[in-house]
């Protein structure tokens, strides 16, 4: 067991519980999604032995490539897609994920409710905002937001549960964590996935109910070193 990897999770939980009680919220009410993006099957084994059972991945084909093993010796995990969603990937996100996050355009929903109806499993939907309208990043713009899960809902019959955003970097993201939860106030989501390992104390102010921190807990990845 690394005690860097059990001294992080733990950290990363007691500052979780300290920001929830601040903003006078229960602790319990904040999900954490332990971000395995590049992290080894050894890796993530270590923080699952120390009771972690929530995951997120960025892409379809990593986790496709490592994350059914870890399922079949441990069902009970839950995995998230935190990253863009391709049409022809929806297949696989569907068997994959118990949730998605990034729901963000017409052709992916037609997609999902296309796919729902010929498989079993029905993973929870979260649309993903662009907040900061920014060109190369993906997401509904929030003008948009309204009419897109209305969208999903009536056109597609998809049950939408929140949303979830990824603020720029250099702006204030506590202007788009204000922004995220107003719009899902306006629409009753009760799922609201924004915060990362550097401003996810500030999302739980605002009212995140899902916080997704990998560098935090796992350490720098190799990309980001360089």
């Known amino acids: 067991m690394s005690e860097t990897v059990s001294a992080s999770l733990q950290a990363v939980e007691r500052d979780i519980a300290a920001a929830a009680k601040r903003a006078g919220r229960d602790p319990a009410t904040v999900k ?6 590049t992290v080894s099957e050894h890796a993530i084994e270590e923080t699952i032995l120390l009771g972690q059972r929530r995951f997120g991945e960025n892409r379809v084909q990593e986790a496709k ?6 399922k079949e010796r441990h069902p009970d995990l839950e995995l998230h ?25 017409p052709k992916i929903a037609q997609a999902l409710a296309e796919e729902f109806a010929r498989a079993e499993k029905r993973p929870r939907l979260l649309v993903q905002v662009n907040t900061g309208e920014e060109p190369q990043k993906a997401g509904i713009l929030p003008s948009e937001t309204d009419d897109f899960v ?18 720029p970097l250099d702006e204030e993201a506590a202007l788009h964590f ?4 107003k719009i899902a106030a306006r629409l009753k989501l009760k799922e609201l996935s924004m915060g990362m390992s550097g401003d996810f104390e500030k999302a739980i102010a605002f009212g995140a109910t899902y916080v997704r921190i990998g560098t935090a807990i796992f350490g720098a990845r190799e990309l980001d070193k360089k």
């Open 178 to 181: 204000a922004l995220l939860a």
């Open 81 to 105: 897609l935190i990253g863009p969603l391709q049409s022809n990937k929806v297949r696989d996100a569907v068997q994959l994920f118990e949730v998605i996050h990034s729901v963000d355009r």
């Open 32 to 37: 954490l999604i332990a971000v395995a993006k």
């Open 150 to 167: 209305g969208l999903c809902r009536d056109d597609y019959g998809l049950a939408i549960e929140g949303l979830m955003c990824i603020p």
């Open 65 to 70: 490539a490592k994350w059914p093993a870890l």
